[in-house]
T-cell receptor, first 114, second 114 residues
Framework: GNSVTQMEGPVTLSEEAFLTINCTYT??????LFWYVQYPGEGLQLLLK?????DKGSNKGFEATYRKETTSFHLEKGSVQVSDSAVYFC?????????????FGTGTRLKVLA | EPEVTQTPSHQVTQMGQEVILRCVPI?????FYWYRQILGQKVEFLVS????????KSEIFDDQFSVERPDGSNFTLKIRSTKLEDSAMYFC????????????FGPGTRLLVL
């Protein structure tokens, strides 16, 4: 079945450091891919998405490129801020089910130190 | 900007009691979902709902669970007889029409079963 694998956290970085959070997927066909962010005490907010191979999603300085060859959708940011501290979830939309339900990775907690 | 809302934000209940979690999806959305996140674990799909009926459910969604759209705005998840292992964060999500795959999540209800 479809699945998403995310790198284990927590990830601790200093402010202005470069961020990479790895995400790989297994899927039948070519699902849409998403990154969601969960700030402390809040719900899941869409950060960015990509719907087909080679698409790059971007938002708030974050980027991720849909790589079909490596079945990956790694999240990157060139310079993190303290306010980026949150839990980041990679997810795919399961097109095979017809309901487009999401399958999530385990989430990666990011802590940015001033 | 339209958003998904959920009530209550927190609920504490005794084992064996019934609970109803409420959600108000975005008003013109047609597809509705419930997910749950047990503390420290990944977000898991429970059920999807479209056109007043369940379109898909996971193996977690057993006979103790039910969903309903009692009116034009609310979408509820009922757990008939709660168990300790039902303690989790429950997220409601909705999406628009057809191929609009992006789901919008509510802030969640944290359920604690004692």
């Amino acid at each position: 079945g479809n699945s998403v694998t995310q790198m284990e956290g927590p990830v601790t970085l200093s402010e202005e450091a470069f961020l990479t959070i790895n995400c790989t997927y297994t899927a039948t066909g070519y699902p849409s891919l998403f990154w969601y962010v969960q700030y402390p005490g809040e719900g899941l907010q869409l950060l960015l998405k990509a719907t087909k191979a080679d698409d790059k999603g971007s938002n708030k300085g974050f980027e991720a490129t849909y790589r079909k060859e490596t079945t990956s959708f790694h999240l990157e940011k060139g310079s993190v801020q303290v306010s980026d501290s949150a839990v980041y979830f990679c997810a795919l939309s399961d097109r095979t089910s017809g309901t487009y339900k999401y399958i999530f990775g385990t989430g990666t907690r990011l802590k940015v130190l001033a | 900007e339209p958003e998904v809302t959920q009530t209550p934000s927190h609920q504490v209940t005794q084992m064996g009691q019934e609970v109803i979690l409420r959600c108000v999806p975005i008003s013109n959305h047609l597809y509705f979902y419930w997910y749950r996140q047990i503390l420290g674990q990944k977000v898991e799909f429970l059920v999807s709902f479209y056109n007043n009926e369940i379109s898909e459910k996971s193996e977690i969604f057993d006979d103790q669970f039910s969903v309903e759209r009692p009116d034009g705005s609310n979408f509820t998840l009922k757990i008939r007889s709660t168990k300790l292992e039902d303690s989790a964060m429950y997220f409601c999500a909705s999406r628009g029409t057809g191929r609009q795959e992006t789901q919008y999540f509510g802030p969640g209800t944290r359920l604690l079963v004692l």
